[in-house]
Each structure stands twice: as structure tokens, then as C-alpha cells.
């Protein structure tokens, strides 16, 4: 089961971040030693990374290569490899084809593609039937 979804930027400044139920537990500092795990476990083989585990849980990992934002799901380690690669790359096509090519925007175009972003992901956490009501709480 997904227990979170997050979307950094490349200067590893979270952009998005869902949490199954609002858990109150989590805090930014948790993403950043992901972050930071993840920096020193990839090192010469991004490429090849795509899932790793710390404690009880699986993080699955993409990266846009355009702007090197990094995409995580949190999820339980008995979660099918295969169903949340599935997510993963509908998520990162869907950010990719929100934000592709957008460089200089203001403040509400930014705040307007967010809000679309977030109602892009609502409904691929709906379809995929992963229990969502509260999610993607921009950061």
C-alpha cells in the first residue's frame, strides 16, 4: 500500500508532498535523510536505482532528466513492485506534461499549474483505488 508520494525539485526543495491519512508523524526531516540516502546510495548508478528500503518501507524512485526533479513513493514492502512502478510513471508523465517547457512563470500561472497538477494526481490516486481523502498538501 502507498503510505506517501513526493516530488522534489533538483535543489532537493520539496514541491509536493502526500502522506496516506495526514499521518502526523512526518516531518520534512524525514524526506531529507530519504533525500540524503538515496544521494549516497545512487552514487555512479542513478541510472540503474529504482527502488530501496529503509526500515519497514520501500521508496521507488524516477527522476525527469530535463530538470532533474526527483519523484518517491513510500509505500509497505509487501506493495507489488509492478503495480507502483505503474504509478510512478503515470505521475511522472503527468508532471512532465504540466510543468514541460514552462521556465519563467508568475506567481499565479505557478499557483494555477500546481492546483491542475494536484487535480492530475487526485485523479490517478482515485483510479488506482489506493484509498486517498486528504493528499498532495503543497509544501
Given at each position: 500500500?502507498?503510505?506517501?508520494i513526493?516530488i522534489v ?17 512526518f ?7 530519504i ?21 519497514n518501507?520501500?521508496?521507488y524512485?524516477t ?6 526533479t ?23 508523465n503527468?508532471y512532465?506534461?504540466?510543468f514541460?517547457?514552462e ?7 505557478m499557483?494555477?499549474k ?19 481523502k ?6
Open positions: 500500500m502507498i503510505k506517501g513526493y525539485q533538483k535543489d532537493n526543495k520539496p514541491l509536493f508532498s502526500y502522506r496516506k491519512n495526514d499521518n502526523t508523524d516531518n520534512q526531516e524525514v524526506l531529507l535523510r533525500l540524503r540516502t538515496l544521494r549516497e546510495f545512487a552514487k555512479g548508478m542513478e541510472e540503474n536505482l529504482h527502488d530501496f528500503v529503509i526500515g518501507r520501500k521508496y524512485f527522476r525527469d532528466k530535463m530538470n532533474n526527483k519523484i518517491i513513493i513510500e509505500a509497505d514492502q509487501t506493495a507489488s513492485d509492478k503495480n507502483i512502478q505503474s504509478v510512478l510513471k503515470e505521475i511522472r503527468a512532465i506534461n504540466e514541460l517547457g521556465f519563467i512563470l508568475t506567481q499565479n500561472e499557483e494555477k500546481n492546483k491542475r497538477f494536484q487535480e492530475k494526481l487526485s485523479e490517478i490516486i482515485e483510479n488506482r483505488k489506493i484509498g486517498v486528504a493528499f498532495l498538501l503543497n509544501i
